[in-house]
């Protein structure tokens, strides 16, 4: 083999490795890691209903067993009457012992309504209502990212830390290592 000959095969070789050098570039171009620009976590609030109940101690008036208040107004009379008619003579005495009776029945009338609205009985009652626990769920990680100069956003189940890997131009998401982000 002359000199030309070598020469040209070794031009030859080094076109032909450049040319497949420059082929293999665009993959040594290609991102390896698309940047996060933001994580934030997704999650779905949940309200579960539950029934509380309690024992409440109450106060209610008392069922009234005499309406019109007769016994009242009868005591109140005859004590009335009896003090009226301690007073004066003839019929002064007379008159009084009718206003003693009518004021005794007036004021026995009062006391026993006084003593009836007092009058409570006290009952335990069960009182019920519907509270709700609201508790949150997480259903991954909306992650804003940068890849190749274009902005995209994709749902996640795990925090990808601060890159996300770029296979072929495409994410690749897997979970960080164990212990890590």
């Given at each position: 083999?002359?000199?030309?000959?070598?020469?040209?095969i070794a031009l030859a070789s080094f076109a032909a490795g450049l040319v497949a050098g420059t082929a293999g570039c665009d993959g040594?171009?290609?991102?390896?890691?698309?940047?996060?620009?933001?994580?934030?976590?997704?999650?779905?609030?949940?309200?579960?209903?539950?029934?509380?109940?309690e024992d409440v101690v109450v106060q209610k008036k008392a069922p009234v067993k005499d309406e019109h208040r007769l016994t009242g107004k009868i005591v109140g009379g005859v004590a009335g009457g009896v003090i009226g008619h301690q007073i004066g003579g003839g019929t002064g005495q007379t008159v009084a012992t009718i206003a003693g009776a009518a004021g005794g029945a007036y004021v026995g009338n009062k006391v026993q309504k006084n003593m009836q609205d007092k009058d409570v009985v006290t009952t335990t009652e069960r009182r019920c209502k519907t509270v709700e626990d609201v508790s949150e769920k997480l259903l991954g990680y909306d992650v804003a990212y940068k890849l190749d100069g274009k902005d995209g956003t994709v749902r996640l189940a795990f925090d990808p830390g601060r890159q996300i890997p770029v296979k072929d131009g495409q994410l690749v998401p897997t979970p960080p290592a164990a212990g890590g982000k």
């Open positions: 083999m002359d000199r030309s000959m070598v020469r040209n040594l171009n290609k991102p390896k890691f698309a940047d996060v620009v933001s994580v934030k976590e997704a999650k779905e609030t949940i309200r579960t209903p539950r029934e509380v109940c």
